[in-house]
């Protein structure tokens, strides 16, 4: 019913820079927030940044200055910015979607991942 689809990712030189998206399909009555997190080899999953319908947005501390959370509500689509990328910045990212969905005749609040894009940066 809910299916989120993440794209962009890809290989980076160091100082390159990539945009995630990741588009949130099916019944969905409202987003309360979309976000990303990330996920280093061996490492625990790690937030980056989340953002609401309006805009409002938290990033961890270490990715403020190269990296943009932005939503395009219509789309329903968020995006991640990612500047003067670095090898340490390598990792599955993942899409996170707070929503209300309508089914089965009612609405139910829950929340999603999507299938994680790989971003590589290396020389």
């Known amino acids: 019913q809910v299916q989120l689809v993440e794209s962009g990712g890809g290989l980076v030189q160091p100082g390159g820079s990539l945009r995630l998206a990741c588009t949130a399909n099916?019944?969905?009555?409202?987003?309360?927030?979309m976000g990303w997190y990330r996920e280093a080899p061996g490492k625990q999953r790690e937030f980056v940044a989340v953002?609401?319908?309006?805009?409002?947005?938290n990033y961890a501390a270490s990715m403020k200055g190269r990296f943009s959370i932005s939503i395009d509500n219509a789309k329903n689509t968020v995006f991640l910015q990612g500047n003067d990328l670095k090898p340490e910045d390598t990792a599955v990212y993942y899409c996170?979607?707070?929503?209300?969905?309508?089914?089965?005749?009612?609405?139910?609040?829950?929340?999603?991942w999507g299938q994680g894009t790989q971003v590589t940066v290396s020389s």
């Open positions: 953002i609401s319908p309006g805009g409002d947005t």
């Open positions: 996170n979607a707070d929503l209300t969905y309508f089914s089965g005749d009612d609405w139910h609040a829950a929340g999603y």
């Open positions: 099916g019944s969905i009555v409202r987003i309360h927030s």
